[in-house]
């Protein structure tokens, strides 16, 4: 199960989520497992049914003006009820001053307590997009990634198969390099697969032969694009003459990415083929597809119903004989 510890809350810069520490620092190696944050609710009256272990919980408003309102007794019994649920940490929005009763349970039981100035709602949106960030399932892939007529295009296949090569090519013609030989891949909910380069190579090119190159640097800044979701994978392969390659395109097949499955292409490597020129042409019947147009289907049907329309007229001059 994915994770991460609640540390990386206080970690982290990119989302600005403003939080301090107020207590429960023992317990900020506490794992945080479900990528959505939780209003205690009804936990406050005392019900905490609905609260679930390794949630992140949030104290906006309503929540601290309703604790103003219990007595110091009712207090501590309705934060023991939360206190015998394993939750990751508890945070108070709008600057709010903590009161003792939930001081203590957070340190009686190791519960990350912290506090940020931001509003409910918007520390809400920066939390949800930490968290979904963070606990996104992820994987590496060598190939290429580049962006044709705007559909993400992952180039497959095994080393010096020509990827690289056909990737420039393709640069060449006006598309867009996202990275080169490692393609770090991050899931989104619930099925879009991202993908982007690694700090250290991004926007660099390795052509045998000619060494390392920097595509920003040789064609500009047009030339590259920092992520794109990845819509189908192009998989290059040695021609093999014994081997029946697909030449309808009824049957579609499909490359499985983090358990999302994707159109796949694949492209038998041959002297004279211009396998750019045919990945162009792969994106644009791609985008056909997704426009309700599937040219090979449309192609079947016209012929099944040639065939049927040529043998009901057999049919009628066998009747006349």
Not at 90 to 113: E, H, M, Q
Not at 288 to 317: C, P, Y
Request: glycine share 8%; with cysteine; proline share 4%.
């Amino acid at each position: 199960m994915l994770n991460i510890p609640v540390i990386n809350l206080l970690k982290d810069t990119k989302h600005r989520l403003h939080l301090e520490m107020l207590t429960g620092k023992p317990g900020l190696a506490k794992k945080i497992v479900i990528p959505r944050i939780q209003k205690p609710g009804l936990a406050l009256t005392g019900d905490s049914s609905n609260l679930h272990p390794g949630r992140v919980q949030i104290f906006g408003r309503a929540e601290m003006e309703y604790l103003s309102t219990l007595t110091s007794q009712k207090m501590k019994n309705v934060l023991a009820a939360i206190g015998k649920i394993d939750i990751a940490c508890i945070i108070i929005t709008r600057g709010a001053v903590a009161p003792k009763p939930l001081l203590d349970l957070c340190r009686d039981n190791a519960f990350p307590l912290m506090r940020t100035k931001l509003l409910t709602s918007t520390f809400v949106n920066r939390m949800t997009r930490f968290l979904e960030e963070s606990l996104a399932a992820t994987t590496c892939i060598h190939g290429v990634l580049l962006d044709v007529f705007g559909v993400g295009i992952l180039l497959v296949g095994k080393s010096g198969i020509g990827k690289s090569e056909c990737a420039l090519d393709l640069i060449l013609r006006g598309h867009r390099l996202v990275a080169d030989d490692i393609v770090n891949i991050r899931k989104r909910p619930p099925s879009s697969l991202f993908g982007a380069g690694s700090e250290i190579i991004k926007f660099h090119m390795e052509i045998r032969g000619l060494g390392i190159i920097n595509i920003r640097d040789l064609f500009g800044i047009s030339a590259v694009r920092d992520r794109k979701v990845i819509e189908m994978v192009v998989e290059l392969m040695e021609w093999d003459p014994e081997i029946e390659y697909d030449r309808l395109g009824i049957d579609e097949q499909r490359y499985s990415i983090l358990d999302v499955q994707l159109p796949l292409v694949q492209l038998p490597v041959r002297p004279g083929r211009n396998l750019s020129a045919i990945i162009e042409v792969a994106a644009r019947n791609h985008l056909l597809k997704l426009g309700g147009h599937h040219s090979a289907q449309r192609f079947q049907d016209k012929l099944t119903e040639h065939i049927m329309l040529d043998g009901q007229k057999k049919n009628v001059w066998g009747q006349l004989e």
